[in-house]
Antibody, heavy 121, light 110 residues
């Protein structure tokens, strides 16, 4: 079955960078867009951006321009989200999420388990 | 991109119907038939309940239905059950091909 397994929790200092991985299995990796969504403690969902695993094309939410980079490694069916210049308000659970169908770009049907990133001095 | 507007909370009794609204602009909800709804229960990842305004993924109960009029989308849950409790989020594709989420609505089944 489809699985998205994310890397473990991270603790970072302000100004540092974090790279979260999302390893996939159970489907053809290059056929489905992958998105990243985060959720601060007790808050709602916040969209970060997406990557097309087929060609690596990315589209980031304006809020994260210049700070986020999404990449993929097709050899191991994994996507990555790197966020730089971390601040305390970047403390959140970060999710990777796959679209529901090959022709879809937006409906997120499969989610990773989430990765808690804590930014603290 | 501003978040879509949802009521903070709604409640209903078992067996009743409730509707959650999601208001955006012509640059998102009103401009595309790409509205999705998610339910998130405590400590879990969100679950897709509705996609493309009114379509249900396989396995989602037909008690869940979606609609859209102008810049406002809505999710209706009929025959409320206690298991329906959770936080509900809408999302929409935007003119920049990114997504935007609503602020979330907490559903309580009394």
């Amino acid at each position: 079955q489809v699985q998205l397994v994310q890397s473990g929790a991270e603790v970072k200092k302000p100004g540092a960078s974090v790279k979260v991985s999302c390893k996939t299995s159970g489907y053809t990796f290059t056929d489905y867009y992958m998105h990243w969504v985060r959720q601060a403690p007790g808050q709602g969902l916040e969209y970060m951006g997406r990557i097309n695993p087929n060609d690596g094309d990315t589209n980031y939410a304006q809020k994260f321009w210049g700070r986020v980079t999404m990449t993929r490694d097709t050899s191991i069916s994994s996507v990555y989200m790197e966020l730089s210049s971390l601040r305390s308000d970047d403390t959140a659970v970060y999710y990777c999420a796959r679209v529901w169908a090959t022709w879809s770009t937006d409906a997120l049907a499969q989610w990773g388990q989430g990765t808690l990133v804590t930014v603290s001095s | 991109q501003s978040a879509l507007t949802q009521p903070a909370s709604v409640s209903g009794s078992p067996g009743q119907s409730i509707t959650i609204s999601c208001t955006g602009t012509s640059s998102d909800v009103g401009g595309y038939n790409y509205v999705s709804w998610y339910r998130q229960q405590p400590g879990k990842a969100p679950k897709l309940m509705i996609y493309d305004v009114s379509n249900r993924p396989s396995g989602v109960s037909d008690r869940f239905s979606g609609a859209k009029s102008g810049n406002t989308a809505s999710l209706t849950i009929s025959g409320l059950q206690t298991e329906d409790e959770g936080d509900y989020y809408c999302s929409s594709l935007t003119r920049t091909s990114t997504l935007v989420f609503g602020g979330g609505t907490k559903l309580t089944v009394l």
